[in-house]
Nanobody, 121 residues
């Protein structure tokens, strides 16, 4: 059974940082792309970043200067480091697994439960 468990969200002031974790089980990083997405209230789910099994990364251009995706393959965990956070970064952040490196959420097969990030002004 494939499971993705996102954690690390919370309340942070504007300008602060958070690191999200996605613990993955039931699949191999070699064969899948792990993506991070976010969804603000009343808005569509938005791609943040994704990482292929070979380590290549892809970013939402509007976020690449502040967000970094990385992985610890030994721990089967993918991280999202978020710096210089802004109130508009507020939303539920999800990690997901799919077989194509894309930031379109409909291409991903497996989803975690999400972790809430709230950035106060």
């Amino acid at each position: 059974e494939v499971q993705l468990q996102a954690s690390g969200g919370g309340l942070v002031q504007a300008g602060g940082s958070l690191r999200l974790s996605c613990a993955v089980s039931g699949l191999s990083f070699d064969g899948y792309v792990i993506g991070w997405f976010r969804q603000a209230p009343g808005k569509e789910r938005e791609g943040v970043a994704c990482m292929r099994g070979d380590g290549r990364t892809y970013y939402n251009d509007s976020l690449r200067d502040r967000f970094t995706i990385s992985s610890d393959n030994a721990e089967n965990t993918v991280y999202l480091q978020m710096n210089s956070l802004k109130p508009e970064d507020t939303g539920v952040y999800y990690c997901s697994a799919g077989q194509k490196a894309t930031l379109y959420p409909y291409r991903y097969e497996y989803w975690g439960q999400g972790t809430q990030v709230t950035v106060s002004s």
